[in-house]
């Protein structure tokens, strides 16, 4: 049985690995935009092509069609141009201990499925924890933050209805501002709370969470009959990047004596960063927080994690099984704690980048990326061509092409008109969202290596095409002016 990883094919391995490392190193070497451009139906033509019933052609063959299908027409979030969403490029000790557990295979679901495992996944989790602030903390690697958001939810549910006398699934409320992340209101819906449940809280001209509009919303829910499951701080809002006023959200809480839940997916670099630390000031008196490794720790995906305050939080939701992990079992079963039961080790990459690096490298890394950001906002407040719409605390650019004389209406059609061109060119990767009702233009610059020119080559090419699109549009108007 050589197509097993076994004793007998570890130099079919060797040779399979090799192969595959110099063509992906290749693509490295070569790649000179983030995607090819193929159009969907080239690549659907291409996908249909494959026929998956046939007899196998052996691993040789099939690692080269790896390249040539996927890796060919794949999304490189380490090029410069592509700076559309939260993909970050990967360190590279992380990508070798990708190898080695994707080869090892062990599940840290339970402990005599992982050993030392299980070990280092709670060590990074007590780590984090500290770097938080949660003394005696704990948590579990997830698959990312909506996972992780929903795990918090369903510990805030149950604590709830433990602690709030007379409470019932349908009385509950979360809330959250209108700036959170969308997977708030997806567990509320796989959590089973009323189609109301969550709560909108207004926010401030940079969207993030106003402290005096949550107290007032919290007494709403009291008179509403209704009872307060737990609040929903960001600390990096998806599109601006703009990080909840923590502390005084805290305080609020505090007061109401409710479950403080802080989604710091996008923000959690922040834990490492030696000048900006302060952004997070009052995470520490959060019930429990989401953190995205696989965002703002350069790790591959999936690597995230939940962290709780107190350890035994966790424990709310905990199921046992006498097969898997009995009950009164002295062993340190992550099954306990998490969501999940087959688990990837997820924990080794962040394990070997902390080794590698350092945190204050990593830190370091994550201030690069937030100091090329504020430089990009000075180049596009700059640019009679381009408006910059928003301040970020992190690493997010809002803008719009609207040079003097360009009004709201036809600069709002041009966003998703050039995002859609680059797109299709592949040479640059840009997003597109919705700001106060009207549509913009976002970058999101996770790479360190990027610098402002590499940045001005993209801002050129967004210039380029929305003023290519315009002359189209006037080109037609005369044409049909001539034609009538």
């Known amino acids: 049985m050589h197509e097993l990883l076994s004793a007998a094919s570890a130099d079919a391995y060797v040779d399979a690995l090799r192969g595959t490392v110099d063509r992906v190193a290749t693509r490295f070497r070569t790649t000179t935009q983030p995607f090819s451009g193929a159009s969907r139906e080239h690549l659907q033509v291409l996908v249909d092509a494959v026929d998956l019933d046939g007899p196998g052609c052996g691993t040789p063959a ?53 050993t030392v495992g299980t070990l280092m996944e709670r060590r990074l989790v007590a780590w984090t924890a500290g770097r938080v602030g949660f003394v005696a903390g704990g948590g579990v690697f997830t698959s990312g933050g909506t996972q992780s958001n929903l795990q918090a939810l369903l510990v ?112 959690c670099g922040l834990l490492v960063s030696r000048t900006r630390r302060h952004l997070l000031d009052g995470v520490e008196r959060a019930r429990s927080v989401t953190v995205d490794f696989h965002k703002a720790f350069f790790q591959p995906v999936s690597s995230s994690a939940l962290l709780v305050r107190h350890a035994a939080d966790l424990r709310l939701v905990a199921h ?38 350092g945190p204050d490298r990593l830190g370091e890394m994550v201030d690069a990326t937030i100091d090329l950001t504020a430089a990009v906002h000075d180049v596009v407040d700059a640019d009679p061509d381009l ?59 996770l790479n360190p290596a990027t610098t402002v020119d590499d940045v001005r080559g993209v801002l050129d090419l967004v210039r380029q095409t929305a003023a290519a699109l315009l002359e189209g549009e006037e080109l037609l108007r005369q044409d049909e002016a001539v034609a009538r």
């Open 387 to 445: 408006r910059l719409l928003s301040p970020t605390d992190l690493s997010t650019v809002l803008f719009r092409y609207q040079p003097s004389g360009l009004d709201d209406a036809r600069a709002d059609a041009l966003v998703g008109r050039v995002r859609r061109v680059l797109f299709d060119s592949g040479r640059a990767l840009v997003a597109r969202t919705t700001l106060d009702g009207r549509p913009c233009l976002k970058l999101t610059l």
């Open 320 to 357: 046992h099984h006498d097969y898997l992990n009995p009950a009164g079992e002295d062993e340190p079963n992550q099954v306990d704690v998490s969501l999940q039961t087959t688990r990837r080790f997820d924990a080794l990459k962040l394990w070997a980048t902390l080794r590698a690096l």
């Open 62 to 114: 099939a690692l080269r069609e790896v390249d040539e299908l996927f890796a060919q027409h794949a999304v490189w979030f380490h090029d410069p141009a592509y700076t559309a969403h939260l993909n970050c490029p990967v360190a590279l000790p992380a990508v070798a201990a990708e190898a080695v557990l994707a080869a090892v295979n062990p599940s840290v679901d339970t402990y005599d499925q992982s």
């Open 156 to 267: 805030a549910r149950e604590h709830a209805l433990a602690t709030r006398p007379g409470a019932v699934l349908a009385d509950l409320v979360v809330l959250a501002s209108a700036s959170s992340h969308f997977s708030v209101q997806r567990s509320a819906r796989l959590l089973g709370l009323a189609h109301d449940a969550v709560r909108l809280v207004p926010v401030d001209e940079r969207g993030r969470m106003r402290p005096d509009a949550l107290a007032i919303a919290l007494r709403h829910v009291e008179r509403d009959g209704r009872h307060p499951m737990a609040v929903v701080a960001t600390a990096g809002t998806t599109d601006r990047g703009c990080v909840d006023p923590l502390a005084a959200v805290a305080d609020v809480c505090d007061a109401a004596d409710v479950w403080l839940h802080v989604d710091a997916a996008y923000g």
